[in-house]
């Protein structure tokens, strides 16, 4: 028996390696804020997972629950984390506590069981297909160019790009993207994002035009995520698959989507309610007949929940320096992701990461994103990358 024994947090700011923005920053980003969370047992093992610094003081919260705990029971864990956050809710920052400690746990499970996580989900192979997502609107098409055929050097003809603001660009760069994605040899496969830009009535216009000349694997996030009528007019008019749930918590947000029919393409990530939450939508997705998608995370760790998931897409590959701190061991070659045969989670922290630590958390980074931009107001202010 593994016990738990305490938890510690560290942050670090991050620089970016390219630019990194959608719709709704479209200036971009420079770095970003991460948080290795780490849980430590009295046999020596320790818990690794990166996530939100804000939810510093909620890790540290609901981490005193898990301490003298086994992290074999991790879905109870989970559970009772659940439970603990019950008349606020899993929202916001205690959302993120909970993934973290969540992922943690995991990692360490599948250590003290000495195996791989994908093995300790019931995984016969260690294999997982991956696409690609640049997170682009910042880049010159250039950039997208260099960027698609960086992956498409490995295999990867899957492709997702950031649309929204700027129609005949979104054509044009679809058009750079698919080029890039043709020297993987493969027929390339093309996603947009548009992040909740656009109202439904739009979305369907600007995607009949796309559709005129580009066929799409699907159109992620064409209207606000809990538009529940918006997003089935859009799955209706269009030809593409709506994908959406990057933003939504768990199973009590996903049903009524999925009994709504107004998703097509089920996405799950860490902040997902972690992997246990993950699993659970996935689960549902699965009895709906509904195929996943798997969103990016640092240190691409949420690629082994994908090799136990029924129809599952992809694993969105980003490579934009969020894994900066870990080393994940993983490798890419002919578009699938192999994880390593380490136990847990298989990554760990780079040595040089100290240079990137910070002693306290900024007010600024109360919200993980810079927030929604509203055209024709101070959405379109000229300001610089941060």
């Not at 879905?75 to 943690?104: N, P, Y």
């Not at 240190?299 to 320096?321: K, P, Q």
Request: a negative charge; one cysteine or more.
């Amino acid at each position: 028996m593994t016990v738990i024994t305490g938890v510690s947090t560290r942050v670090f700011r991050v620089p970016f390696e390219r630019l990194i923005g959608d719709a709704n920053d479209p200036v971009g980003r420079k770095t970003t804020l991460q948080m290795v969370v780490e849980l430590s047992t009295d046999d020596g093992l320790t818990g690794l997972a990166i996530g939100h610094p804000p939810a510093r003081p909620i890790v540290h919260s609901f981490g005193e629950l898990l301490v003298g705990e086994d992290p074999a029971g991790v879905k109870s864990l989970w559970q009772r984390m659940v439970d603990k956050a019950f008349k606020g809710g899993t929202e916001g920052i205690v959302k993120e506590a909970i993934c973290h400690l969540d992922v943690a746990l995991w990692d360490l499970k599948a250590k003290a069981n000495g195996e791989p996580l994908w093995k300790t989900l019931g995984a016969d192979t260690p294999k997982v297909r991956a696409y690609a997502s640049g997170i682009d609107t910042p880049l010159s098409d250039d950039e997208i160019r260099a960027f698609y055929g960086a992956m498409s050097a490995r295999g990867i003809n899957l492709g997702k790009l950031k649309v929204g603001r700027d129609q005949e660009a979104d054509v044009r760069r679809l058009e750079v993207m698919r080029e890039a994605l043709e020297a993987s040899g493969k027929r390339p496969e093309l996603a947009i994002d548009s992040n909740e830009y656009w109202t439904a009535k739009e979305a369907i216009g600007r995607i009949r035009e796309i559709e005129r000349t580009t066929p799409l694997m699907w159109v992620e996030e064409p209207a606000r995520r809990w538009d529940i009528p918006g997003l089935r007019k859009v799955s209706q008019a269009v030809t593409a698959p709506v994908a959406t749930g990057e933003n939504l918590n768990g199973v009590p947000e996903f049903l009524p989507l999925i009994q709504g029919e107004a998703v097509d393409i089920v996405q799950v990530g860490q902040y997902t309610s972690g992997i246990t939450g993950a699993l659970r939508v996935a689960e549902l997705a699965a009895a709906h007949e509904l195929p996943v998608a798997t969103m990016n995370c640092p240190g691409d760790f949420m690629a082994h929940i994908g090799t136990v998931v029924d129809d599952h897409l992809g694993v969105e590959l980003v490579w934009g320096g969020m894994g900066r701190l870990v080393e994940n061991h993983q490798t890419v070659e002919d578009g699938w992701i192999t994880l390593p045969q380490r136990p847990g989670l298989g990554m760990e922290l780079r040595d040089d990461i100290s240079e990137f630590e910070v002693a306290d958390v900024p007010p600024s980074s109360a919200v993980s994103t810079p927030g929604r931009r509203r055209r024709n107001s101070w959405s379109d202010y000229s300001g610089q990358p941060r």
